[in-house]
């Protein structure tokens, strides 16, 4: 019984109490997927074929735009209070202004953009998008100031109560004949400026922050860009087939497309719950004389995530007859794609790991301009493929863009390990009295 104990808590305390983040993590994400598939399963009741996949296309819009309005500036903001230990408060007011700001801006952008999916109307397509960008812009700038003080698990509570707006919207809505989606757009945005408000007002003040806003420093803006570039990079590599597809004219396909790509969400999920959890492990730097440690730590955790992935994937694979009753009708063969998407969930899983170990050596930079060259090579490879092959073109540019990402990540790691590790050597040896 004490080896069992010892294993259990040699287990639950690696990489630094991992276990205890990514049970948070799960939690989270587990809601969230629940979540996005009920949402999945309603909206596709509600909404005709087309329109689903209208829906599907601004939503895939949407994710990139994210990526720059508030996820990117709040990852900075943790490496700000983690990695450096700046001031709180001075974190808070300005960067708190920076997400905001951005995410007004952005709103515009987006409603521009969104414009170019055929039939959506501007009321609607405006709701969702200021909805989804300036409601996320605050709350989860909120979670990660508080993560930066009070841990993963005080800030996983508070995005719970983003996924439990979400499902609270679309399941009342759905049951009162009510699901549209300017109806969606109005319920989400009425109330995340509710619950914006109170965490201004009340939870951030109990984790000591004194709530300002101020002009955003010029360090805020660029560790911001650093931080959020690659974010960008990456969402418009995995979410903007869906939107091109729109935009070519596949707007069934991409309904279809769409749905199968929620279905390879349950495989996916559960590992970014683990990679949510392990990031902030990457944002202190390794102490000066640990040769390999960035290299180490990455391997370690990539194993374990190409393990699970796999594990994950073949899983999918086998229960798919089983989940038929998830997906409409006229979009089963959404089925027929799934088996295609597959080999992405280890491609996906061990990518980041290699990029956290860039930002472990202080390349954060380099991390970001790794991102958007696989980005590059995603959006060129979609443009040229999409308008002959529908689909089946985004799925392969999907493959295109996720091996160079891991090849080229893990080949950069390396390399940057290797100069981190001899210059430490040449600091060594001059210490080193003959």
């Known amino acids: 019984m004490t080896r069992w104990r010892r ?42 074929k087309d329109r689903y996949g209208g829906y599907v296309g601004l939503y895939g819009l949407l994710g990139a735009i994210g990526a720059f309005s508030y996820s990117g500036v709040g990852l900075a903001a943790l490496q700000r209070l983690i990695g450096e230990r700046d001031d709180p408060d001075e974190t808070l007011r300005s960067f708190l202004s920076l997400t905001l700001i951005a995410g007004a801006l952005l709103s515009g952008v987006g409603i521009a953009l969104a414009m170019a999916i055929p039939g959506l109307g501007i009321i609607e397509v405006s709701l969702i998008v200021v909805a989804e960008l300036l409601g996320p812009a605050l709350i989860y700038m909120s979670a990660l100031l508080v993560q930066g003080v009070s841990g993963f698990a005080a800030a996983a509570r508070v995005k719970l109560v983003v996924v439990a707006i979400r499902l609270g919207a679309v399941v009342t809505l759905y049951a009162t004949h009510r699901l549209t989606i300017a109806g969606l757009g109005v319920t989400i945005l009425a109330c995340f400026a509710l ?42 590599q995995t979410d903007a087939d869906k939107y091109l597809l729109n935009v070519f004219g596949f707007q069934g396909q991409a309904a279809v497309y769409g749905a199968a790509y929620r279905l390879v969400l349950l495989a ?26 960035h290299w180490r730590r990455s391997t370690r955790l990539g194993m374990l995530m190409g393990a699970a992935s796999i594990v994950a994937a073949v899983a999918l694979w086998i229960c798919l007859p089983l989940l038929h009753f998830l997906v409409e009708d006229d979009l089963q063969e959404a089925f027929d794609i799934v088996p295609w998407l597959l080999f992405m969930v280890p491609l996906v899983a061990t990518s980041n790991t290699a990029l956290n170990g860039l930002l472990g050596l ?22 040229l493929l999409i308008p002959d092959h529908g689909w089946k073109g985004a799925a392969i540019a999907t493959y295109i863009s996720e091996v160079a990402l891991a090849v080229i990540a893990w080949s950069t790691l390396w390399y940057y390990q290797r100069r981190a590790d001899d210059e430490v050597r040449r600091a060594a040896s001059v210490m080193t009295p003959v």
């Open 268 to 293: 996916l999920t559960p590992l970014g719950s683990l990679d949510t959890a392990a990031f902030q492990r990457f944002l202190p730097r390794g102490e000066p004389d640990a040769i390999g440690v």
């Open 7 to 48: 294993l259990v808590h040699r287990l639950w305390h690696g990489f630094d109490g991992l276990a205890g983040d990514t049970l948070w993590s799960a939690l989270h994400d587990g809601s969230a997927l629940l979540t996005s598939m009920t949402s999945f399963y309603l909206v596709t009741h509600a909404l005709p």
């Open 195 to 236: 619950y914006g408000g109170w965490l201004l007002a009340v939870h951030l003040p109990r984790h000591g922050f004194t709530v300002s806003f101020g002009r955003p420093s010029g360090l805020s803006v660029r560790a911001s860009g650093v931080f959020s570039l690659p974010m960008v990079a990456n969402k418009m």
């Open 362 to 383: 202080g390349r954060a930079d380099t991390r970001a301009y790794v991102t958007i060259a696989s980005s590059v090579i995603s959006m060129v490879s979609y443009v």
